[in-house]
Nanobody
Framework: VQLQASGGGLVQAGGSLRLSCAASGFRFDDYVIGWFRQAPGKEREFVAGISWSVGSTLYADSVKGRFAISRDNAKNTVYLQMNSLKPEDTAVYYC??????????????????WGQGTQVTVSS
Protein backbone atom coordinates (compact mmCIF):
# COMPACT_ATOMS: atom_id res chain seq x y z
CA VAL A 1 0.00 0.00 0.00
CA GLN A 2 1.59 3.22 -1.14
CA LEU A 3 0.68 6.81 -1.84
CA GLN A 4 2.74 8.79 -4.30
CA ALA A 5 2.48 12.55 -4.17
CA SER A 6 3.83 14.66 -6.99
CA GLY A 7 3.46 17.98 -8.77
CA GLY A 8 5.17 20.40 -6.43
CA GLY A 9 7.55 23.06 -7.59
CA LEU A 10 8.52 26.71 -7.56
CA VAL A 11 5.94 29.22 -8.72
CA GLN A 12 5.44 32.96 -8.46
CA ALA A 13 2.70 34.43 -6.34
CA GLY A 14 -0.58 34.31 -8.21
CA GLY A 15 0.43 31.22 -10.12
CA SER A 16 -0.98 27.71 -10.11
CA LEU A 17 0.14 24.16 -9.47
CA ARG A 18 -1.63 20.83 -9.53
CA LEU A 19 -0.63 18.15 -7.08
CA SER A 20 -1.38 14.50 -7.64
CA CYS A 21 -1.76 11.65 -5.18
CA ALA A 22 -1.75 8.20 -6.74
CA ALA A 23 -2.47 5.03 -4.82
CA SER A 24 -0.88 1.69 -5.50
CA GLY A 25 -1.73 -1.59 -3.87
CA PHE A 26 -5.29 -0.57 -3.03
CA ARG A 27 -8.29 1.31 -4.39
CA PHE A 28 -9.47 4.59 -2.91
CA ASP A 29 -13.08 3.40 -3.12
CA ASP A 30 -13.92 3.41 0.61
CA TYR A 31 -11.37 5.95 1.73
CA VAL A 32 -11.13 9.54 2.64
CA ILE A 33 -8.12 11.31 1.21
CA GLY A 34 -6.66 14.42 2.70
CA TRP A 35 -4.05 16.93 1.70
CA PHE A 36 -1.95 18.40 4.47
CA ARG A 37 0.95 20.81 4.49
CA GLN A 38 3.77 21.58 6.82
CA ALA A 39 5.90 24.69 6.73
CA PRO A 40 9.23 24.90 8.58
CA GLY A 41 8.69 25.32 12.30
CA LYS A 42 4.95 24.81 12.04
CA GLU A 43 2.60 21.94 12.70
CA ARG A 44 1.14 19.88 9.90
CA GLU A 45 -2.20 21.39 8.93
CA PHE A 46 -5.23 20.21 7.02
CA VAL A 47 -5.66 21.74 3.58
CA ALA A 48 -8.42 19.80 1.83
CA GLY A 49 -10.10 16.43 1.89
CA ILE A 50 -12.43 14.29 -0.15
CA SER A 51 -14.63 11.31 0.57
CA TRP A 52 -14.04 9.07 -2.42
CA SER A 53 -17.35 7.21 -2.40
CA VAL A 54 -19.55 10.20 -1.63
CA GLY A 55 -17.52 12.85 -3.39
CA SER A 56 -17.94 15.36 -0.61
CA THR A 57 -15.11 17.81 -0.03
CA LEU A 58 -13.83 20.05 2.75
CA TYR A 59 -11.33 22.87 2.73
CA ALA A 60 -9.37 24.86 5.22
CA ASP A 61 -10.58 28.45 5.39
CA SER A 62 -7.17 29.64 4.22
CA VAL A 63 -7.53 27.93 0.84
CA LYS A 64 -11.27 28.13 0.15
CA GLY A 65 -11.97 29.56 -3.26
CA ARG A 66 -8.38 29.04 -4.39
CA PHE A 67 -7.79 25.29 -4.09
CA ALA A 68 -9.90 22.46 -5.45
CA ILE A 69 -9.66 18.77 -4.63
CA SER A 70 -10.91 16.21 -7.13
CA ARG A 71 -10.65 12.54 -7.95
CA ASP A 72 -10.14 10.39 -11.04
CA ASN A 73 -11.65 6.98 -10.55
CA ALA A 74 -9.99 5.41 -13.57
CA LYS A 75 -6.54 6.54 -12.45
CA ASN A 76 -7.19 5.98 -8.74
CA THR A 77 -5.72 9.41 -8.19
CA VAL A 78 -6.65 12.51 -6.22
CA TYR A 79 -5.68 15.98 -7.36
CA LEU A 80 -5.25 19.28 -5.60
CA GLN A 81 -5.54 22.19 -7.98
CA MET A 82 -3.96 25.23 -6.38
CA ASN A 83 -4.67 28.64 -7.89
CA SER A 84 -3.84 32.18 -6.82
CA LEU A 85 -0.94 30.87 -4.81
CA LYS A 86 0.50 33.02 -2.05
CA PRO A 87 3.91 32.95 -0.38
CA GLU A 88 2.22 31.68 2.79
CA ASP A 89 1.20 28.54 0.86
CA THR A 90 4.86 27.53 0.80
CA ALA A 91 5.23 24.16 2.52
CA VAL A 92 5.74 20.48 1.99
CA TYR A 93 2.42 19.03 0.90
CA TYR A 94 1.40 15.52 1.86
CA CYS A 95 -1.48 13.35 0.83
CA UNK A 96 -2.95 10.89 3.28
CA UNK A 97 -5.68 8.29 3.27
CA UNK A 98 -7.69 6.12 5.58
CA UNK A 99 -10.94 4.23 5.67
CA UNK A 100 -14.05 6.37 5.50
CA UNK A 101 -15.77 5.59 8.80
CA UNK A 102 -17.23 8.99 9.59
CA UNK A 103 -16.40 11.43 6.84
CA UNK A 104 -13.39 13.58 6.15
CA UNK A 105 -10.91 13.92 8.99
CA UNK A 106 -9.18 17.18 9.84
CA UNK A 107 -6.88 15.48 12.32
CA UNK A 108 -3.75 14.05 10.67
CA UNK A 109 -3.64 11.37 13.38
CA UNK A 110 -6.74 9.84 11.80
CA UNK A 111 -4.84 8.94 8.63
CA UNK A 112 -2.83 5.75 8.49
CA UNK A 113 -1.35 6.05 5.02
CA TRP A 114 0.87 8.90 3.90
CA GLY A 115 2.67 9.90 0.77
CA GLN A 116 6.24 11.11 0.84
CA GLY A 117 5.52 14.83 0.47
CA THR A 118 6.13 17.28 -2.33
CA GLN A 119 7.61 20.75 -1.90
CA VAL A 120 5.63 23.78 -2.97
CA THR A 121 7.46 27.09 -2.96
CA VAL A 122 5.70 30.33 -3.82
CA SER A 123 7.92 33.33 -4.40
CA SER A 124 6.74 36.89 -3.87
Amino acid sequence: VQLQASGGGLVQAGGSLRLSCAASGFRFDDYVIGWFRQAPGKEREFVAGISWSVGSTLYADSVKGRFAISRDNAKNTVYLQMNSLKPEDTAVYYCAADRDYSGIYYNPMKYGYWGQGTQVTVSS
